[in-house]
């Protein structure tokens, strides 16, 4: 109905324009007048009469679809979408198609339904989702699946993550943000939401440690300032912290580091010097009394002191082409009591070497998943501080920064040489400053016996860390495996293939080479040197052992080796 007003100025009125719509989809095509009549005198009418029909759509896109007892021209609306209607002065004016709202769903294509299906528990689905999918591993969905977010402790890539290899020179951003796009805006709605299906993730990752990672709408969230914002998996420490076996911990003030620094070198030289005084104290108890009665009857049975020195790779003197005898080079037992000190000094070195043994395995243990506190992981991650020489302790990071992956491999395959180095400058000088022979003899071999140490605490160090570089990991959405030691870097590309080439050659020269080449020098010396030399000169390695197993240490090394190889690879 349309209604007007006689103005009393001209005495008429005009009705405006007239919208006319069919009752329900069966009354198309039927016609229809148009009549006006006065209120005041229903018997005055109009002097004709519109006639006319209501057609159907004219769009082929559109449907004719019932609304409130009118009939109206939609769009179809396609997967993801429900049809909303306008109203104008309490009427349906039109209609028009829009996403679904979170948590919702609608798979029909062509479709007028006004309502979208809910998600299930368990299920998910962003706005203008054509379906509900699985809440994935690590996440959290609600309880109506209205949005996506990490569970506290997982982590995926976000857009603007930092996703490039470290220093590969390659990058794996293009293919995370691929499957990340838009994550930390879970519930988006619009076109770009309903158009999009890269804000699902396949799963989260879980971080380690998992008060790492916040979790929440912004999938890639760390916990600053521990951990540093942008790192793969959180797995960097913020400045001002070091890791502390598996968590990252603040570094300590500047002279608490020091102090640690200092106690930790002035320890382990002195533990070495030690174990070097004690181990040939129990080399002298591996002299037999036949011998040290057929010295002392007369029995001339000479012993240069120059191969006892120039036998050690590191540590040599100038070869002195005169003789001694037994006396010569103070091997012999004055009695009793000198007797049962070096059986004790034998007994102690067996000791510390068991200790150095069991320490060097709790601190590789410690890196395991186990059912146990940070405390204990903590203690032997401080084990190994002492126990295993690396750079990556968290005294050497709060002091002088922490390295790169690849620095670190290259200093650590130095240890060996600095070990050489140092060892032969340290024999080089004793020998120079030292007149007498048979203190000379001594002190060289104290000094074969130190290299012979320090190869034996930095071997499983080396090991763990050649090993490591080829210790990938595979992420389900990144395109590229990561380094374990360090997951910015991309494996078996760029800088890191160099490494690895690399690293094989350590492998053969540190891995098989040390115990072999050792092996093979103590089969020389056994020979050239007799049981007895041989056992002053190798005193660390042979303690404990009876005479005919004199290469059981070589066992307990293998068996370290396999303890390194479980922690880098089944770690």
């Known amino acids: 109905r349309s209604v007007c007003s006689i103005g009393p100025a001209t005495g008429s009125c005009a009705l405006g324009p007239i919208r006319a719509s069919a009752p329900a989809i069966a009354a198309l095509g039927q016609r229809y007048r148009i009549?006006?009549?006065?209120?005041?005198?229903?018997?005055?009418?109009?002097?004709?009469?519109?006639?006319?029909?209501?057609?159907?759509?004219?769009?082929?896109?559109?449907?004719?679809?019932?609304?409130?007892?009118?009939?109206?021209?939609?769009a179809q609306c396609g997967v993801g979408q429900k049809i909303v209607s306008v109203m104008s002065g309490g009427e349906v004016e039109s209609s028009r198609c829009e996403p679904c709202e979170a948590g919702t769903v609608q798979p029909l294509e062509g479709h007028t339904r006004r309502d979208c299906d809910a998600c299930l528990i368990g299920t998910y689905a962003f706005a203008g989702e054509a379906s509900c999918l699985p809440c994935p591993a690590g996440a959290d969905c609600g309880s109506s699946g209205k949005f996506l977010h990490a569970k506290k402790g997982y982590w995926f890539p976000s857009r603007g993550s930092n996703s490039t290899g470290g220093g590969s020179g390659s990058s794996s951003e293009t293919n995370a943000t691929s499957l990340a796009a838009g994550v930390g805006v879970a519930g988006a709605s619009g076109t770009d939401a309903a158009t999009s299906t890269a804000l699902h993730v396949p799963l989260f990752y879980r971080c380690d440690p998992p008060e790492a990672c916040n979790g929440g709408p912004t999938y890639d969230s760390c916990r600053v300032p521990?951990?540093?914002?942008?790192?793969?998996?959180?797995?960097?420490?913020?400045?001002?912290?070091?890791?502390?076996?598996?968590?990252?911990?603040?570094?300590?003030?500047?002279?608490?580091?020091?102090?640690?620094?200092?106690?930790?070198?002035g320890g382990g030289i002195v533990g070495v010097v030690f174990i070097?005084?004690?181990?040939?104290?129990?080399?002298?108890?591996?002299?037999?009394?036949?011998?040290?009665?057929?010295?002392?009857?007369?029995?001339?049975?000479?012993?240069?002191?120059?191969?006892?020195?120039?036998?050690?790779?590191t540590c040599s003197y100038d070869e002195q082409e005169e003789s001694t005898d037994l006396d010569a080079v103070s091997l012999e037992r004055n009695?009793?009591?000198?007797?049962?000190l070096t059986v004790a000094a034998g007994s102690r070195t067996v000791a510390l070497k068991i200790m150095i043994t069991y320490l060097q395995t709790l601190s590789l243990a410690s890196v395991f998943r186990a059912q146990t506190s940070d405390v204990i992981r903590n203690i032997g991650?401080?084990?190994?501080?002492?126990?295993?020489?690396?750079?990556?302790?968290?005294?050497?990071?709060?002091?002088?920064?922490?390295?790169?992956?690849?620095?670190?491999?290259?200093?650590?395959?130095?240890?060996p040489v600095v070990i050489a180095v140092a060892v032969g400058m340290a024999s080089l000088v004793v020998t120079r400053l030292t007149r007498d022979a048979t203190k000379r003899a001594h002190r060289s071999m104290y000094c074969g016996q130190a290299g012979i140490i320090l190869t034996f605490l930095v071997y499983p160090v080396l090991v763990r860390t050649t090993l490591s570089m080829y210790h990938c990991k595979s992420f389900v959405g990144i395109e590229h495996?990561?380094?374990?030691?360090?997951?910015?870097?991309?494996?078996?590309?760029?800088?890191?293939?160099?490494?690895?080439?690399?690293?094989?050659?350590?492998?053969?020269?540190?891995?098989?080479?040390?115990?072999?080449?050792?092996?093979?020098?103590?089969?020389?010396?056994?020979?050239?040197?007799?049981?007895?030399?041989?056992?002053?000169?190798?005193?660390?390695?042979?303690?404990?052992?009876?005479?005919?197993?004199?290469?059981?240490?070589?066992?307990?090394?293998?068996?370290?080796?396999?303890?390194?190889?479980?922690?880098?690879?089944?770690?």
């Open 226 to 265: 521990s951990y540093k914002q942008g790192s793969f998996l959180c797995a960097k420490c913020g400045d001002d912290y070091a890791r502390i076996g598996r968590t990252c911990e603040p570094c300590w003030p500047k002279w608490a580091l020091w102090t640690t620094l200092v106690i930790i070198i």
């Open 35 to 74: 009549s006006a009549q006065l209120v005041a005198a229903p018997c005055m009418t109009a002097t004709s009469t519109v006639s006319f029909a209501i057609t159907g759509c004219t769009s082929a896109a559109e449907e004719a679809v019932e609304e409130d007892n009118t009939v109206v021209c939609v």
């Open 481 to 571: 495996s990561r380094l374990v030691s360090d997951l910015e870097v991309e494996c078996f590309v760029g800088r890191h293939a160099q490494y690895a080439g690399i690293a094989a050659i350590f492998v053969v020269l540190y891995v098989i080479g040390i115990p072999v080449g050792a092996l093979l020098l103590m089969i020389r010396d056994r020979r050239k040197l007799g049981v007895d030399m041989f056992e002053a000169k190798w005193a660390f390695v042979v303690a404990g052992y009876a005479r005919n197993l004199w290469w059981y240490e070589f066992v307990i090394l293998f068996r370290k080796v396999v303890v390194v190889v479980l922690v880098v690879f089944a770690s």
């Open 381 to 415: 991650a401080l084990i190994g501080g002492f126990t295993q020489p690396s750079l990556s302790f968290h005294t050497f990071v709060c002091l002088f920064g922490s390295l790169s992956v690849y620095s670190d491999f290259v200093l650590t395959m130095a240890m």
């Open 335 to 340: 009695g009793p009591a000198d007797e049962a």
């Open 276 to 313: 070097v005084k004690v181990g040939s104290a129990a080399a002298r108890s591996h002299l037999s009394d036949d011998r040290l009665s057929a010295a002392k009857s007369g029995s001339r049975r000479t012993a240069k002191v120059s191969p006892l020195a120039s036998s050690s790779s």
